[in-house]
């Protein structure tokens, strides 16, 4: 759907000021609102979004899979059932959401109250962990760009960067500390057993995609999108793919995410204890096309706050390991199908990324043979 501002832009708009403004505050979108906004800052508003799709009513119709993984580890005619399931959906959508999954209900709620309760606390409890210092593990802070001219999301988000060398636990919010931690243990344990249905489905051994570090690396972002007075300029989250292997995504009951799928935009229903899986682009690579990354966005509401908690596994940039080449998987190539794209390391990935921007565009296109 493409956004058009019809507000006149005032001719002495000063991005980097507002920008400015906003970061100095260290209170984040949460602290415009609570201080009373009613018209959108300028810095919000999408004049047009950069990836021309087909705009129209969503269809009701169609939703993403949901899978259910009861039997998976003690039954293998289940298992076979539940990877063909999984397989579909990774050739197909690129999303599914799971049940079933081992993360008790009530942890899955209280990961959601301690995010809305860091965000929610006195600003003078946040600021100090304010920050655009993409070396620290854990920052707080509002999702705009400073060194590019790409239009601000209208969201506040606590990054929490918890593998393979997570924070001390003091380091951590007090807010959400205890549930974080308990709810990034989950999360590794679901990841690593997807990544086994993920590498069977390829017909591949078992623990082929965590040999390969594909479980290594995992980062947390808490999600907070206060409710907007003109949600119908802005974006809570824009057009994108994510970058790394498999997203792990707990929203709240609110919705707004939607994925493209036919070239429709997809409501994604919340289900109360599901949890939704995405596929990112270097698992499409590394498949050679076989799996996909697809579009995805968090639309503003006039309602809210929403929550949501995208738990991403990547390989984070570090020393140790950020030269590590991502290739298409041997085992999967042949004569009949050779590899679509050149190697690459996430420090090049993430370049690329970066300078060609998120919203609407796919990186995966420049590292195509």
Same mark, same amino acid.
């Given at each position: /759907?493409?956004?058009?501002?019809?507000?006149?832009?005032?001719?002495?708009?000063?991005?980097?000021?507002?920008? /400015?403004?906003?970061?100095?505050?260290?209170? +984040?979108?949460? +602290? $415009?609102?609570?201080?009373?906004?009613?018209?959108?800052?300028?810095?919000?508003?999408?004049?047009?979004? #950069? =990836?021309?799709?087909?705009?129209?009513?969503?269809?009701?119709?169609? %939703?993403?899979?949901?899978?259910?993984?009861? +039997?998976?580890?003690?039954?293998?005619?289940?298992?076979?059932?539940?990877?063909?399931?999984?397989?579909?959906?990774?050739?197909?959508?690129?999303?599914?959401?799971?049940? !079933?999954?081992?993360?008790?209900?009530?942890?899955?709620?209280?990961?959601?109250?301690?995010?809305?309760?860091?965000?929610?606390?006195?600003?003078?409890? #946040?600021?100090?962990?304010?920050?655009?210092?993409?070396?620290?593990?854990?920052?707080? !802070?509002? #999702?705009?760009?400073?060194? *590019?001219?790409?239009?601000?999301?209208?969201?506040?988000?606590?990054?929490?960067?918890?593998?393979?060398?997570?924070?001390?636990?003091?380091?951590?919010?007090?807010?959400?500390? %205890?549930? /974080?931690?308990?709810?990034?243990?989950?999360?590794? !344990?679901?990841?690593?057993?997807?990544?086994? $249905?993920?590498? %069977?489905?390829? &017909?591949?051994?078992?623990?082929? =995609? #965590?040999?390969?570090?594909?479980?290594?690396?995992?980062?947390?972002?808490?999600?907070?999108?206060?409710?907007?007075?003109?949600?119908?300029?802005?974006?809570?989250?824009?057009?994108?793919?994510?970058? &790394?292997?498999?997203?792990? =995504?707990? *929203?709240? *009951?609110?919705?707004?995410?939607?994925?493209?799928?036919? !070239?429709?935009?997809?409501?994604?229903?919340?289900?109360? &204890?599901?949890?939704?899986?995405?596929? &990112?682009?270097?698992? *499409? =690579?590394?498949?050679?096309?076989?799996?996909?990354?697809?579009?995805?966005?968090?639309?503003?509401?006039?309602?809210?706050?929403?929550?949501?908690?995208?738990?991403?596994?990547?390989?984070?940039?570090?020393?140790?390991?950020?030269?590590?080449?991502?290739?298409?998987?041997?085992? $999967?190539?042949?004569?009949?199908?050779?590899?679509?794209?050149?190697?690459?390391?996430?420090?090049?990935?993430?370049?690329?990324?970066?300078?060609?921007?998120? %919203?609407?565009?796919?990186?995966?296109?420049?590292?195509?043979?």
């Amino acid at each position: /759907m493409v956004v058009t501002n019809t507000a006149t832009v005032e001719s002495n708009y000063d991005r980097k000021s507002e920008l /400015m403004a906003i970061d100095r505050s260290k209170a +984040g979108i949460k +602290g $415009l609102v609570d201080a009373g906004l009613a018209k959108l800052p300028q810095v919000f508003v999408h004049d047009h979004l #950069k =990836l021309e799709m087909e705009s129209g009513p969503t269809n009701a119709n169609v %939703e993403i899979p949901v899978i259910d993984l009861a +039997g998976v580890n003690n039954d293998s005619t289940r298992r076979a059932e539940i990877i063909d399931q999984i397989r579909d959906a990774c050739q197909k959508w690129g999303f599914f959401q799971v049940v !079933n999954h081992g993360i008790p209900v009530t942890t899955l709620e209280e990961t959601l109250n301690g995010i809305r309760r860091f965000h929610e606390q006195d600003p003078e409890a #946040k600021e100090e962990l304010y920050s655009r210092d993409d070396s620290k593990k854990v920052t707080f !802070n509002t #999702k705009i760009d400073m060194s *590019q001219a790409l239009t601000a999301y209208w969201r506040d988000t606590l990054t929490c960067v918890m593998a393979p060398h997570p924070p001390a636990p003091e380091e951590l919010p007090s807010a959400c500390r %205890e549930i /974080m931690i308990d709810y990034t243990n989950n999360v590794m !344990n679901l990841g690593l057993a997807l990544f086994e $249905l993920l590498s %069977e489905g390829l &017909g591949l051994n078992s623990n082929h =995609l #965590k040999d390969i570090g594909c479980a290594e690396g995992l980062y947390i972002m808490g999600h907070y999108y206060p409710a907007c007075p003109e949600p119908e300029l802005t974006m809570g989250t824009g057009i994108h793919t994510d970058s &790394g292997f498999l997203t792990v =995504l707990l *929203q709240d *009951q609110m919705g707004g995410l939607q994925v493209l799928y036919d !070239n429709q935009w997809i409501d994604v229903t919340p289900i109360r &204890g599901a949890l939704i899986i995405n596929l &990112g682009d270097l698992l *499409q =690579l590394m498949t050679n096309n076989k799996f996909i990354s697809v579009y995805h966005r968090v639309l503003a509401k006039t309602v809210g706050p929403r929550i949501s908690i995208a738990s991403f596994f990547r390989t984070y940039i570090q020393p140790d390991n950020a030269l590590r080449m991502y290739g298409p998987i041997k085992e $999967l190539l042949s004569e009949e199908n050779p590899p679509l794209y050149k190697e690459t390391n996430v420090v090049d990935y993430f370049k690329f990324k970066h300078v060609k921007g998120v %919203e609407g565009t796919s990186a995966l296109a420049h590292f195509k043979l």
